[in-house]
């Protein structure tokens, strides 16, 4: 048990080996970026047997490719195999946005929520993974509820969580072929579209 | 009676002595199919929110004799309230075909009518009318339910011109769909 979220984060901190505080936590929440993709389930083991953090509440990913230019890509994906993601032969361009102020990069960064109820305390952790590489230990042993949303940041966002029991689509429909909140997500025309 | 033939004045001649009414069969069925519109309740997104206001109280919906039915087996009109996903798309031909003829439907909301914020999507149906016919659209993000009533008005009007000698009760526009995706006079349902 921890009594505040600082004295949560310096024992997490002081769990991992390769952890270290978040350059940017959201909000005031303490947060913890992780660098080891093997650590996120000790983790959560610690977080939720050590700290109370016994409620998941969200997974979830966000792609820092930037925006991409897609004319013609749909259209190359649909010739080459139409209701399967074709793999771009090369990166497709990346315009940088001038003044975004974010270091676009080939990368996923993953999110987990984890809450404490009993303390009201709040801890959020972060681990970038490739995007050619998506892969990351599924926390469905600890977490029940991490069942759904792993399968939402898979069918979304195309992160394989190892050891889920059922990595399957959740929200988009059969024949939507790749993931459509990644950033070169090229959209083919459906039967519902004209 | 006497209500009724105030509002009848040209369409129906009561007979001396009181006792009878002369009118013609398609005014009498129409009558009927217009003021017993049950509606399935089938709220999607935000445009439902509206919809359940249109119900309550302030508006009032049952003095239309538009009763809300919780199965589409007792239901003739379909109020498609909301965005519709392709997801949801299968479900609600499933929906459709479960409904008694003569059906009804009215797209409310600019989702329902054409994608409305999300036409370019890669989820959302780009309009309800690419799966199922609609007889009323009615505009609005959400539309106020002043114009949910008036759009049912307005389906009472066409209901009003349906003849039973012109194939069953169903009206060509529902026969044929409002667009003709297949080419082929109809798109039989297929999704």
Known sequence: MASTKDAALARLLEHLSSAEPAAHPIKDYPTVRL???????????FLKDELGFDYLEMITAVDWLGPMQLDGLAAARTAAHPFKE????ADPPVTPAPGAGAAYRPVLDLLWSFGNLRENLKMFLRLEVPRDQAEVASLTALF??????????????????????NLTKILTTEDL?????????????DRFDE | ?????????????????????????????????????????????????EMMVAYAGRFDFDRFGVIPRPSPRQADLLLIAGTVTKKMAGPIVEIYHQMPEPRFVVAMGSCANCGGPFHDSYSVLKGVDKIIPVDVYIPGCPPRPEA????????????????????????????????????????????
């Open chain 1, 86 to 89: 074709t793999p771009l032969k």
């Open chain 1, 35 to 45: 660098s080891d993709p093997a650590e996120i389930t000790k983790a959560a083991a």
């Open chain 1, 144 to 165: 029940p509820a991490a069942d759904w949303q792993e399968r939402e940041a898979f069918d979304l966002l195309g992160v394989r969580f190892l050891g889920h029991p």
């Open chain 2, 1 to 49: 009676m006497g209500i009724v033939l105030d509002q009848l004045p040209g369409c129906a001649k009561p007979l001396p002595g009181g006792q009878f009414l002369l009118t013609t069969t398609d005014y009498f069925i129409d009558l009927g199919r217009k003021y017993s519109l049950w509606p399935l309740t089938f709220g999607l997104a935000c445009c439902a929110i």
């Open chain 2, 148 to 191: 949910l009533v008036y759009g049912i008005m307005e389906l009472q009007k066409k209901i009003l011109k349906m003849k039973i000698a012109k194939g069953g009760g169903a009206t060509p526009q529902q026969e044929k769909g409002s667009r003709d995706l297949t080419g082929n006079g109809s798109n039989g349902g297929q999704v």
């Open chain 1, 177 to 189: 072929a790749g993931h459509p909140l990644r950033k070169d997500y090229a959209h083919q025309k």
